[in-house]
């Protein structure tokens, strides 16, 4: 969801700390390798003209990278782990199945609440009634309805929880990944500055790092391994079968 928002779930620098510079768009997306620090950028003067490279920002004595290397090492890097088609449409397929689940069992707890609700003020409704007529004193009027308050504030916060967010459908969702996953080098390589830092962010949370011969992930998201790990015989739990 945050990929399609455009929304930052990672954790890097972003807005007016992070101005997109078009000549180093990938500074502080990608680490050093050597010492984890995040690439920064500058430019190198040759006779005739310059030339721009990432350095790590620490000065750790790792070599610099010229901003060419890398985009084209981060293209194919991504277009090496886009996810095969088939584990992409099974996991849509799983998606879509826990989706329905999580809706169903919301819609379970709502009409639970609602009955119970309706049925607290119904029953606060007979106390005052009783309480006017002189069955109830007012001194247990005013217990009982302080605990049948209660109980309905209870009862409207466990109906509050049930409200799901309705801005995309299954369909949008679907639609998103399918066009946005079918290859993430092309993907990447037409987003806007922004969007290549959710993209990254969203695959690789620490940020993927170069290793001086190309890059390397110390740690895919649990959503993206999701995705390339999904099996045949997995439910929409995420359980494999048999097991």
Same mark, same amino acid.
């Given at each position: 969801?945050?990929?399609?928002?455009?929304?930052?779930?990672?954790?890097?620098?972003?807005?007016?700390?992070?101005?997109?510079?078009?000549?180093?768009?990938?500074?502080?997306?990608?680490?050093?390798?050597?010492?984890?620090?995040?690439?920064?950028?500058?430019?190198?003067?040759?006779?005739?003209?310059?030339?721009?490279?990432?350095?790590?920002?620490?000065?750790?004595?790792?070599?610099?990278?010229?901003?060419?290397?890398?985009?084209?090492?981060?293209?194919?890097?991504?277009?090496?782990?886009?996810?095969?088609?088939?584990?992409?449409?099974?996991?849509?397929?799983?998606?879509?199945?826990?989706?329905?689940?999580?809706?169903?069992?919301?819609?379970?707890?709502?009409?639970?609440?609602?009955?119970?609700?309706?049925?607290?003020?119904?029953?606060?409704?007979?106390?005052?009634?009783?309480?006017?007529?002189?069955?109830? %004193? #007012?001194?247990?009027?005013?217990?009982?309805? @302080?605990?049948? /308050?209660?109980?309905? *504030?209870?009862?409207? &916060?466990?109906? +509050?929880?049930?409200?799901?967010?309705?801005?995309?459908?299954? %369909? #949008?969702?679907?639609?998103?990944?399918?066009? @946005?996953?079918? /290859?993430?080098?092309? *993907?990447?390589?037409? &987003?806007?500055? +922004?969007?290549?830092?959710?993209?990254?962010?969203?695959?690789?949370?620490?940020?993927?790092?170069?290793?001086?011969?190309?890059?390397?992930?110390?740690?895919?998201?649990?959503?993206?391994?999701?995705?390339?790990?999904?099996?045949?015989?997995?439910?929409?739990?995420?359980?494999?079968?048999?097991?």
């Amino acid at each position: 969801m945050a990929i399609i928002d455009g929304r930052n779930r990672c954790g890097m620098t972003v807005g007016k700390r992070l101005k997109d510079n078009p000549d180093f768009p990938l500074r502080r997306s990608i680490k050093c390798g050597k010492c984890g620090g995040h690439l920064s950028g500058g430019w190198s003067r040759g006779r005739s003209k310059r030339y721009a490279y990432y350095v790590c920002k620490n000065r750790c004595g790792a070599p610099s990278i010229k901003v060419t290397v890398l985009k084209d090492s981060l293209i194919e890097f991504l277009t090496e782990y886009t996810p095969p088609k088939e584990k992409l449409e099974l996991f849509l397929m799983l998606m879509r199945q826990r989706f329905n689940q999580d809706i169903a069992q919301l819609r379970t707890k709502r009409e639970k609440a609602e009955q119970e609700i309706a049925q607290l003020k119904q029953m606060r409704i007979t106390l005052g009634r009783k309480n006017m007529e002189g069955v109830y %004193d #007012d001194e247990y009027f005013r217990e009982q309805k @302080k605990d049948l /308050d209660g109980k309905i *504030t209870d009862w409207e &916060s466990v109906l +509050g929880s049930t409200v799901y967010d309705t801005k995309y459908t299954m %369909d #949008d969702i679907e639609k998103f990944m399918r066009a @946005k996953f079918e /290859d993430l080098g092309r *993907t990447y390589d037409k &987003s806007e500055p +922004g969007e290549k830092r959710v993209l990254l962010g969203s695959i690789s949370p620490n940020r993927l790092a170069w290793q001086y011969s190309g890059l390397s992930n110390q740690q895919f998201s649990a959503e993206y391994q999701a995705i390339l790990g999904v099996q045949p015989n997995q439910n929409a739990l995420g359980v494999t079968e048999g097991s």
